[in-house]
């Protein structure tokens, strides 16, 4: 069962520049992990089982803010990473809902974001992901990313206007 942490935290080892995204290690419970992902500022984490974690990762840029999203494992490190974002475009992560095996939130626009977390891996398709993401190259994955309008939009789009 799937749930929010604060027992896993960041520990910055570099700064961003202009080619580069900023860097930290992985702490759980105060305790370095030895594993350094791309990212700042810990928005949110997420256990998905005894060893592997959901992490959502911003690097705190104003006005171009990206949410990195990560299938983190204690053993093997990042698993998946998906990036969400664009040049010029800012959100923050909110309304965060977990789900036996998936959460749900907004960042940016009018969506609603749904990562689920897959049993095993899969091949990974090109094309496939929504618009406004990204993910490095490989073979396969281990989540997959469906985005949506909110609920509330779609209803005021099919009402009648007067």
Known sequence: MMKVVT??????VSEATDTSQACSEVLICGKSTGITIEGKILEAAIQVDDHRYLLFVTDG????????????????????????????????VEN???????VSFHFI?????????????TI?????????????????K?????RSPFKNNISNASSPKS
């Open 7 to 12: 027992s896993l935290t960041l520990s910055q």
């Open 61 to 92: 840029v104003i006005f171009e803010e990206l949410l990195t999203v990560l299938l983190f494992d204690t053993y093997q490190g990042v698993l998946d990473k998906i990036v969400i974002g664009d040049a010029y475009t800012t959100g923050h």
């Open 96 to 102: 965060l809902e977990v789900f036996p095996h998936s």
């Open 109 to 121: 626009g009018d969506n609603t974001w749904i990562i689920k977390v897959l049993a095993s891996p």
């Open 124 to 140: 990974k398709l090109p094309f496939t992901d929504p618009q406004g993401t990204t993910r490095p190259l490989g073979l396969k």
């Open 142 to 146: 281990y989540l997959d990313i469906t």
